[in-house]
């Protein structure tokens, strides 16, 4: 089977939707080899120590990377609809669409796409106009074409039909965790550290994009309580991510709760080195209003790393209760102070993986127009 695939979401390094795009792309080049991949890739740019699809070519696939910028590509393909991707790439059975864009398709080829949230549809308050109007058009098309949406997680599923009832195909596929995702030792863990300019002995984690629905204000004051305590107050706030959008509140609030060298940005944590940052973090804090998976909490955990995070959405699906909190401060503190002192062994209430994702998408594929 000839299989296409939008890798363009790529550019955005550091994001849950890049990282979903590399291990997905990397676990069906490991685990389904037997079949052809040709992924697209178009951008102006590419990230500082962009691997990813020379990685992907050593592994097999066929590359199309074609510098058109984003906002031309919306044009063409979400609002007139024209320029079928399989013009660039060749003919495919089934094109897997990107998070943003729906190319028009060539006749008897397949549509599939990965919905990971509707946070701009709940929450657009947390968006830009810009991300609102383009996730909005890129449904649409999915919609009117009747393309199978593959969702994160059950929460995520419940979403799509509230919103959007004429989607009738719809497969709920937990996304894996890279088996790499394990205890680092820590001697290794300090040359991790080191590289990143991290010299903390203890410290709070927080790993994902720097934007409003992360709720990174709410851990930045909740890290502020604790350390007014003498038994924590030599820990430190290290966040790894991108800075994202809307994100000016969370940079005058580190200087309002005069938290200057107390809370370290890392910036992009290459993805080998990852396992390494959690293994050395005391705790992983991600307290988002609203996750469609929430992957650095079950990264975490892998590596035997507590979590606190908000109750709701998809996040009371996959985390076991104890280590999700209400909203209420002195909850979360309390909370917060009782797993960074528990001797418990860590709990996964899902364990996902890679190779069953790969197993239960192409069944999914073989099943589209039944």
């Not at 419940?158 to 680092?184: R, S, T």
């Not at 909203?327 to 860590?346: A, G, H």
């Amino acid at each position: 089977m000839k299989i296409g695939i939008d890798v363009s979401m790529l550019v955005y390094q550091g994001s849950g939707v890049a990282n979903y795009t590399y291990n997905f792309v990397k676990a069906l080049l490991r685990y389904a080899p037997q079949h052809e991949y040709r992924l697209f890739y178009s951008s102006f740019r590419k990230p500082r120590q962009f691997y990813q699809l020379d990685e992907f070519r050593r592994l097999g696939a066929k590359i199309f990377n074609y510098p058109l910028p984003p906002r031309i590509l919306k044009l063409i393909w979400n609002t007139w609809h024209l320029l079928p991707v399989e013009w660039l790439i060749g003919k495919v059975d089934v094109f897997h669409s990107s998070d943003f864009l729906r190319s028009p398709l060539l006749s008897g080829t397949r549509g599939i796409t990965t919905l990971h949230d509707l946070t701009w549809k709940i929450y657009p308050e947390f968006h830009t106009p810009e991300i609102v109007e383009s996730h909005a058009r890129k449904l649409e098309k999915t919609q009117q074409f009747k393309d199978m949406v593959i969702v994160d997680s059950i929460s995520t599923q419940k979403d799509l039909h509230k919103y959007y009832p004429n989607i009738k195909k719809v497969k709920v596929l937990y996304p894996g965790i890279d088996p790499a995702f394990e205890k680092v030792p820590k001697e290794e863990s300090k040359k991790v550290l080191s590289k990143y300019k991290i010299d903390s002995d203890n410290f709070l984690l927080y790993v994902g994009a720097i934007e409003p629905r992360k709720n990174l204000p709410s851990a930045l004051k909740l890290f502020s309580e604790l350390i007014k305590e003498k038994k924590f107050k030599h820990y430190d706030f290290v966040i790894v991510g991108r800075a994202g959008w809307k994100n000016e509140i969370v940079f005058n609030l580190i200087r309002e709760l005069k938290l200057d060298g107390k809370v370290k940005f890392v910036g992009y944590v290459k993805d080998q080195e990852l396992p390494a940052t959690y293994s050395a973090a005391d705790l992983t804090l991600y307290l988002s209003k609203y996750e469609g998976y929430g992957l650095p909490p079950l990264e975490s955990l892998a590596c035997e790393t507590p979590v606190l995070a908000l109750k709701n959405s998809s996040l009371v699906e996959i985390l076991d209760p104890i280590y999700l909190v209400s909203e209420n401060p002195v909850e979360m503190l309390s909370k917060l102070k009782i797993l960074l002192t528990s001797k418990k062994k860590i709990s996964l209430k899902v364990i996902p993986n890679w190779e069953e994702y790969v197993r239960s998408f192409l069944k999914v594929v073989e099943d589209i127009d039944e």
